[in-house]
C-alpha cells in the first residue's frame, strides 16, 4: 500500500474579462458531511487512491492528489510523508460517466427578399374646379432582410462527473483495517467536457471550504475559468 506525501506551492490569481470574450463558467454541486469527532483529531494527513485499479503511484492519480493537497493546506491541514504520523488517510475516489445528450428547440430568423410590393391608391381632392379623383399605384423599394422565422431542433452532448473525498481515522485503519468514516465530501457537476483531468482542479476549487465540514446539504458553487481559487488549486503564479 502506497501513500503520498505532497509539498505544496499556493499562489493567488487574478480574474481578467473582457467583454469580447465568453468567459466559461462551471456549476459544481458539494455535499459535505463530517463527525462531530474530527475535531480531536490531529490536521495531519495522507492520500491514497480509492480508484480500483489505480494505484496511488499513477502519474494522473498523484496529479489529482495534489490539488486536493492544495485544498487542503488552505483548510489548514498539514501532508505527512509518514502514514504512521497521519491522523487521517483521505481515499480519494473519481470518475467521469458515458455521453449523454440533451435536446431543445430555438428558433432562427429566415432571410430573403423584401419589398417589390405594388400597391394600389385612390384619392379625393377639392379645389376651384370642384371634386376631383386620382388614382394610381406605388411600388416599395426592394431591399433584403428577415422575411420570417423557423424552428429548429438543436442538442448538446454533456458528461457526469464526480470526486468522493472520504476521509478515515488511519491509525485504526493500520492496525485493524477498520474504516472509521470521519468525514465525507461529494462533488458532482455536468457539462461538455468528456476530460475529467480539465475540469478536476475546477470541482476542487468550487469544494476547498467545504472539505471536513457539514454542508447539511448539497450547495452550488458557480467558478469562472479564471478565477483565483482555480488559479491557487492549479499552483498557478500570478505577479501581484
Not at 127 to 146: I, L
Amino acid at each position: 500500500m502506497k501513500f503520498l506525501y505532497l509539498g505544496l506551492s499556493i499562489s493567488l490569481g487574478i480574474v481578467f474579462t473582457s467583454g469580447c470574450f465568453t468567459t466559461i463558467r462551471y456549476n459544481v454541486d458539494v455535499e459535505s458531511y463530517a463527525s462531530p469527532s474530527l475535531n480531536r483529531y490531529e490536521p495531519t494527513y495522507a492520500i491514497m487512491s480509492g480508484k480500483k485499479g489505480v494505484a496511488s503511484t499513477d502519474l494522473k492519480f498523484m496529479n489529482y492528489a495534489v490539488y486536493v493537497s492544495r485544498a487542503m493546506s488552505q483548510m489548514g491541514y498539514v501532508p505527512t510523508s509518514d502514514i504512521t504520523k497521519a491522523s487521517l488517510l483521505i481515499i480519494l475516489n473519481y470518475g467521469i460517466g458515458d455521453p449523454k445528450k440533451t435536446y431543445f428547440t430555438y428558433t432562427s430568423p429566415v432571410f430573403g427578399q423584401t419589398g417589390g410590393q405594388t400597391y394600389n391608391y385612390t384619392a379625393n381632392t377639392y379645389g376651384t374646379s370642384g371634386y376631383q379623383r386620382t388614382s394610381g399605384t406605388v411600388t416599395e423599394q426592394k431591399g433584403f432582410g428577415v422575411v420570417g422565422y423557423q424552428s429548429n431542433l438543436g442538442s448538446r452532448t454533456y458528461y457526469d462527473r464526480f470526486i468522493d473525498f472520504l476521509a478515515i481515522d488511519a491509525k485504526t485503519f493500520l492496525k485493524t483495517n477498520q474504516v472509521v468514516e470521519l468525514c465525507r465530501t461529494t462533488i458532482k457537476s455536468s457539462g461538455s467536457s468528456g476530460h475529467l483531468s480539465n475540469v478536476f482542479p475546477y470541482m476542487v476549487a468550487a469544494a476547498r471550504r467545504h472539505l471536513c465540514t457539514n454542508t447539511g446539504r448539497v450547495v452550488t458553487r458557480v467558478l469562472k475559468e479564471d478565477s483565483i481559487s482555480v488559479k491557487q488549486i492549479k499552483g498557478i503564479k500570478v505577479e501581484q
